[in-house]
Nanobody, 127 residues
Framework: QVQLVESGGGLVQAGGSLRLSCAASGGTLSSYAMGWFRQAPGKEREVVAS????????YYADSVKGRFTISRDNAKNTVYLQMDSLKPEDTAVYYC????????????????????WGQGTQVTVSS
């Protein structure tokens, strides 16, 4: 069973950048499709970006397209989310999720598809 630990969150001014990392242990990362989600107070968890097992396919929510980049390094068992041009509305707790049994080139955009989650990392963007 894979365990996930997110890091890299913090406080940043609007227009700034952050790089989130999600380190996996207890499993081989290449066996899992991965996703980054976020949840703001009073709102549902929403997908930010997702990536296939091989990294060949990616998905971005419209709200982050062109500003965020998801990537993975299976050799390091780590998934990344590079966040540029941050906006106050990006403020949320960011979670990474892992889905087992995924097709090699498929990504998944709904939280229900993910069985494993990290504890989350807070991202706060000030205006």
């Amino acid at each position: 069973q894979v365990q996930l630990v997110e890091s890299g969150g913090g406080l940043v001014q609007a227009g700034g950048s952050l790089r989130l990392s999600c380190a996996a242990s207890g499993g081989t990362l290449s066996s899992y499709a991965m996703g980054w989600f976020r949840q703001a107070p009073g709102k549902e968890r929403e997908v930010v970006a997702s990536i296939s097992r091989s990294g060949s396919s990616t998905y971005y929510a419209d709200s982050v397209k062109g500003r965020f980049t998801i990537s993975r390094d299976n050799a390091k068992n780590t998934v990344y989310l590079q966040m540029d041009s941050l906006k106050p509305e990006d403020t949320a707790v960011y979670y990474c999720g892992a889905r087992a049994g995924a097709y090699e080139s498929s990504f998944y955009t709904h939280a229900l598809y993910y069985a494993y989650w990290g504890q989350g990392t807070q991202v706060t963007v000030s205006s």
